[in-house]
């Protein structure tokens, strides 16, 4: 995980908009989950945290300046980064083989 990374350089709305599994409400197909895509190896932590954000935040797209919007994900993905439960499962996912 890049803790350097911030969410302006490394992900315009542009491209989650695009890559995402889910629609706006965040909903996502049985088994597809961002969850279930960590585990599989299918997408980084690093992706996942930001995945997780920007579900979060998409209602207030819009309704946000897009600056606004990506200064609070900024502080919800450094936030999420020193969560112990985040820290736990990225643990609990590198130990396994």
């Given amino acids: 995980m890049n803790s350097n990374s911030s969410w302006s350089e490394d ?3 542009a491209r989650w908009d695009a890559e995402s599994d889910g629609d706006q409400s965040g909903f ?3 088994g597809r989950s961002d969850l279930t895509r960590l585990r599989s190896g299918e997408i980084d932590q690093d992706e996942y945290l ?3 954000v920007r579900r979060s935040t998409a209602h207030l797209e819009g ?3 897009s600056n606004r919007l990506s200064d609070m ?3 919800l993905l450094r936030e999420l980064q020193e969560t112990p439960a985040m820290k736990s499962l990225f643990q609990e996912l590198n130990s396994q083989p």
């Fill in 11 to 13: 992900h315009s709305d």
């Fill in 63 to 65: 309704a946000l300046s």
């Fill in 73 to 75: 994900r900024e502080v």
């Fill in 28 to 30: 996502v197909p049985v």
């Fill in 50 to 52: 930001h995945q997780l």
